[in-house]
């Protein structure tokens, strides 16, 4: 018979390969997470960018996502005078033909 020290050895021994391959693809999901996320940080990075540079540059059509240049802008007040919605001249009278 086995003693009891030779048994977990030897099946140590099997499940070895086996961890390994366990935990050489959670390595790979791990580096593959790494690089999703470098991605959205740059995305997110862009985007903020993006947000400044309106916000400098003024207001967004609500209907196109553009920037209206000043004196061509119709702005649309909500009923709770919190909410309000700009557009371009041209985006708010499509919406009413």
Not at 7 to 29: F, I, M, N
Request: charged share 35%; net charge neutral; with cysteine.
């Amino acid at each position: 018979m086995f003693k009891k020290g030779e048994v977990d050895a030897q099946s140590c021994q099997h499940e070895q390969p086996r961890v390994k391959e366990e935990v050489e693809g959670t390595l790979r999901r791990l580096q593959v997470l790494k690089s999703r996320i470098s991605e959205l940080r740059i995305h997110c990075e862009e985007l903020r960018r993006m947000t400044s540079e309106t916000k400098r540059n003024g207001l967004l059509c609500s209907e196109c996502g553009e920037a209206i240049e000043p004196g061509q802008e119709i702005i649309v007040k909500g009923s709770d005078e919190t909410e309000k919605r700009q557009y371009h001249k041209e985006c708010f009278r499509l919406l009413w033909v």
